[in-house]
């Protein structure tokens, strides 16, 4: 069965520090999600993104942050100076799109630790 | 704004008992809902969805939740727990403008399962 996959499992960086976290989604989809949890927090929309470029972005997703779709199969999501407050699980999501509901199928997450 | 609240946030039973998790929703347009199971290590996976018709809406791994929109809840519920079913469990609600979708997510309920 397709999933979505997301690496690396656990990734630790310094404050500071640039790091990208990368997804596969599932081959057929066209819509792509990034999501985070900090820990104990709700599960939050960060950014949607379609026919190479974004859909919609939270208040989250600010200057710092930015996606790409920079080949045919993978989805990053990349922080370029992270914070304290960055730390969290972020997970990516993907689904054939569009308008009513279509299931968003989520891969397992990437546990970003910053130091 | 549309949101979620879980009233719990962790539900230890026993085996073999019944169990709810409850969800309330606040939203002012068309509401579709959903219920997410993450289990250890994994991501997130549908359990189930009410997008319109029957308010009682059957999942998967014998879970079922039904939509009232009196009390504007929508709790999940299972008659017979396993050691399997613990879990995290995310109540949903989507939110769809201009082509893209989001998903707006309660902070989650913990089952624990208990032989």
């Known amino acids: 069965e397709p999933e979505v996959t997301q690496t690396p499992s656990h990734q630790v960086t310094q404050m500071g520090q640039e790091v990208i976290l990368r997804c596969v989604p599932i081959s057929n989809h066209l819509y792509f999600y990034w999501y985070r949890q900090i820990l104990g927090q709700k599960v939050e929309f960060l950014v949607s993104f379609y026919n190479n470029e974004i859909s919609e972005k939270s208040e989250i997703f600010d200057d710092q942050f930015s996606v790409e779709r920079p080949d045919g199969s993978n989805f990053t999501l990349k922080i370029r100076s992270t914070k304290l407050e960055d730390s969290a699980m972020y997970f990516c999501a993907s689904s054939t799109g569009g308008v009513p509901y279509n299931e968003q199928f989520f891969g397992p997450g990437t546990r970003l630790t910053v130091l | 704004a549309q949101s979620v609240t879980q009233l719990d946030s962790q539900v230890p039973v026993f085996e073999e008992a019944p169990v709810e998790l409850r969800c309330n929703y606040s939203?002012?347009?068309?509401?579709?809902l959903f219920w997410y199971v993450q289990y250890p290590n994994q991501g997130l996976q549908l359990l189930l969805k009410?997008?319109?018709?029957?308010?009682l809406v059957k999942g998967i791994n014998g879970f079922e939740a039904e939509f009232n929109k009196s009390q504007t809840s929508f709790h999940l519920r299972k008659p017979s727990v396993h050691i399997s079913d613990t879990a995290e469990y995310f109540c949903a609600v989507i939110i769809a403008q201009g082509g893209s979708e989001k998903l707006v997510f309660g902070k989650g309920t913990k089952l624990t399962v208990n032989p």
């Open positions: 939203s002012s347009v068309s509401v579709y």
């Open positions: 009410y997008l319109s018709g029957s308010t």
